[in-house]
């Protein structure tokens, strides 16, 4: 059983910058991996995902300020974060061998049930 956690949460002002990080506890072979987050109240909502080919989307909101990439030799998946809005405060997370939707489709904020693996997520405070 593939086990994901994430890092680099912290508090930050506006305008900072942060660099989530999530290690998978061995090789996943997965077409999408994606990063989502949660605010208090709201839906979870995804952020960024990759593909295996490298093709990578954004979540207009974060689009220019945020870049995904991953590195196979060291699992990981990672989120650089920069220009850091208060609206950016949330709890993130990480998933992989998620469904090609997850990564070609529209829908913000789809079934959990979408990716096989998740984190349990790394709180990221702007303020």
């Known amino acids: 059983h593939v086990q994901l956690v994430e890092s680099g949460g912290n508090s930050v002002q506006p305008g900072g910058s942060l660099n989530l990080s999530c290690v998978a506890s061995?090789?996943?072979?997965?077409?999408?991996s994606a990063w989502f987050r949660r605010a208090p109240g709201k839906e979870r909502e995804r952020v960024a995902t990759?593909?295996?080919?490298?093709?990578?989307r954004y979540d207009d909101s974060v689009k220019g300020r945020f870049t995904i990439s991953k590195d196979k030799e060291k699992h990981t998946l990672n989120l650089l974060m920069s220009s850091l809005k208060p609206e950016d405060t949330a709890m993130y997370f990480c998933?992989?061998?998620?469904?090609?939707?997850?990564?070609?489709?529209?829908?913000?904020?789809?079934?959990?049930?979408?990716?096989?693996?998740w984190g349990r997520g790394t709180q990221v405070t702007v303020s």
């Open positions: 990759f593909r295996t080919d490298g093709v990578t």
């Open positions: 998933a992989s061998l998620c469904a090609d939707d997850i990564c070609d489709g529209d829908d913000r904020s789809p079934d959990r049930r979408r990716c096989a693996h």
């Open positions: 061995g090789s996943v072979n997965s077409y999408c």
